[in-house]
T-cell receptor, first 115, second 112 residues
Framework: ETGVTQTPRHLVMGMTNKKSLKCEQH?????MYWYKQSAKKPLELMFV???????ENNSVPSRFSPECPNSSHLFLHLHTLQPEDSALYLC??????????????FGPGTRLTVT | QQQVKQSPQSLIVQKGGISIINCAYE??????FPWYQQFPGKGPALLIA?????SEKKEGRFTISFNKSAKQFSLHIMDSQPGDSATYFC???????????FGGGTRLMVKP
């Protein structure tokens, strides 16, 4: 595997279900991100992890719970979601060096549908 | 508050034409401006980026023009090809930070 991988690619879940999205980066990066992409809004940053520590939570509802067990893996745990949470969830990673522009590498996303 | 505004939302260009996408930002603390390209079923990928100390950057058929006083920057795609059909996002970043603020995206279609 190369780059940033995400599983599953597609997920349909009911509002009472609990599911998890998984992201893995094979680039040796030290920062990972979750974004939400929907038709109504541009790319919305949800969470940022630097060196496995969460540094940003962009006012995301508690029904979304991130987990970063190590610098290569990132999870997004989902429970009691709403239909408006249906979207493409993108994971990204980067090598963070203070003061130096960097590139974020995105995975292909998980298309989530909440019924 | 949308800090980066992008226009147009969609664009249709004939093959060989010039595609132009514009972005405007509000926060003068931004100091790195990348453009991302996204194909259907894929995540966004960095296309080209610029810092505000230069007014133009060119990479192949892609050029960023930057106007610091107007707080605007644009992407020009010369000799547009059908393979360029994708969604393009401009973005902005604070110095020493890693939180990108994205524009709303432009869906480009290049007709053969």
């Amino acid at each position: 595997e190369t780059g940033v991988t995400q599983t599953p690619r597609h997920l349909v879940m009911g509002m009472t279900n609990k599911k998890s999205l998984k992201c893995e980066q094979h680039l040796g990066h030290n920062a990972m991100y979750w974004y939400k992409q929907s038709a109504k809004k541009p790319l919305e940053l949800m969470f940022v992890y630097n060196f496995k520590e969460q540094t940003e939570n962009n006012s995301v509802p508690s029904r979304f719970s991130p987990e970063c067990p190590n610098s290569s893996h990132l999870f997004l745990h989902l429970h009691t979601l709403q239909p408006e949470d249906s979207a493409l969830y993108l994971c990204a990673s980067s090598q963070e060096w203070t003061g130096i522009p960097y590139e974020q590498y995105f995975g292909p996303g998980t298309r989530l549908t909440v019924t | 508050q949308q800090q980066v505004k992008q226009s147009p939302q969609s664009l249709i260009v004939q093959k060989g034409g010039i595609s132009i996408i514009n972005c405007a930002y509000e926060n003068t603390a931004f100091d790195y401006f990348p453009w991302y390209q996204q194909f259907p079923g894929k995540g966004p990928a960095l296309l080209i980026a610029i810092r505000p100390d230069v007014s133009e950057k060119k990479e192949g058929r892609f050029t960023i023009s930057f106007n610091k006083s107007a707080k605007q920057f644009s992407l020009h795609i010369m000799d547009s090809q059908p393979g360029d059909s994708a969604t393009y996002f401009c973005a902005a970043l604070f110095n020493a930070g890693n939180m990108l603020t994205f524009g709303g995206g432009t869906r480009l279609m290049v007709k053969p």
